[in-house]
């Protein structure tokens, strides 16, 4: 198993910047790729960055530009969000997948609140 614990999150003004940070424990070789997701109540969950094993990056287009997601080390992956918007308000979650099983596995999520 992998567990999974964001950190963060927080209240900040529009135009302001925060960093989420997800870090791993348990079988963490096994992981193949790591995404962040984010979600406001009545809303679907939102792919907000992925990276995958190799290293490709992809990202929502509401976010492109703003937000970076890195991999820090076999352990920790961040999510570096840059000129946040009310829009952006949301619970921020990391996942991700092992190569082995294809599980998936989720941290508890971190709220993220951009005020006007």
């Known amino acids: 198993q992998v567990q999974l614990l964001e950190s963060g999150g927080g209240l900040v003004q529009a135009g302001g910047s925060l960093r989420l940070s997800c870090s791993a424990s348990?079988?963490?070789?096994?992981?193949?790729?790591r995404r962040w997701y984010r979600q406001t109540p009545g809303k679907q969950r939102e792919l907000v960055a992925e990276?995958?094993?190799?290293?490709?990056t992809t990202y929502a287009d509401s976010v492109k530009g703003r937000f970076t997601l890195s991999r820090d080390n076999v352990q920790k992956f961040s999510l570096e969000m840059n000129n946040l918007k009310p829009e952006d308000t949301a619970v921020y979650s990391c996942?991700?997948?092992?190569?082995?099983?294809?599980?998936?596995?989720w941290g508890q999520g971190t709220q993220v609140t951009v005020s006007t």
């Open positions: 996942n991700v997948d092992v190569i082995d099983t294809f599980q998936d596995y």
């Open positions: 990276i995958s094993r190799g290293v490709t």
């Open positions: 348990g079988r963490i070789y096994t992981i193949n790729g």
